[in-house]
């Protein structure tokens, strides 16, 4: 029950997160390109790759790496909002914005998360 507990106010504190995070980035840049949530999504697929190379799930009691690695992290990203803006951009004829946000999305999250987990791995 404690670890449904954790993953409960990780889910709250990451999504008030993502969108307070997404909204000052946004607001500032002046696009309809989702930096936002691209830079949200980027450092969540970093963070989440940093606890991993730290061994956190085994290092933590299990009940704290779940709350934040699922529930925070995993509230904190956002899989919907990134397939929904790519679809808005391509629908309304940026199909090229499209494109360029679900492939550097999918490609600069992998890159991120192996850097955290190399960067993890060598603060352990």
């Known amino acids: 029950m404690i670890t449904l507990l954790a993953v409960l106010v990780g889910g709250f504190a990451g999504a008030i997160a993502r969108q307070e995070g ?3 980035i946004q607001d500032r840049t002046r696009t309809r390109f989702p930096v ?3 830079a949200v999504n980027l450092s969540g697929a970093f ?3 940093l606890l991993f ?3 956190v799930a085994s290092a933590w009691p299990h009940w704290i790496a779940t709350g934040v690695q699922t529930g925070f992290v ?3 990203t956002t ?3 990134w397939a929904v803006d790519s679809l808005t951009l ?3 004829g940026a199909r090229r914005l499209a494109v360029i946000n679900l492939a550097g999305s999918m490609l600069a999250g992998v890159l991120l998360a192996w ?3 190399s960067l993890g791995s060598v603060l352990k």
Do not use: D, M, N, W
């Open 22 to 24: 997404f909204s000052a």
């Open 74 to 76: 995993g509230a904190y």
């Open 79 to 81: 899989y919907s909002t």
């Open 53 to 55: 190379g730290l061994g």
């Open 47 to 49: 963070v989440l790759g």
């Open 115 to 117: 850097g955290g987990v």
């Open 90 to 92: 391509a629908r309304s």
């Open 36 to 38: 936002g949530i691209l």
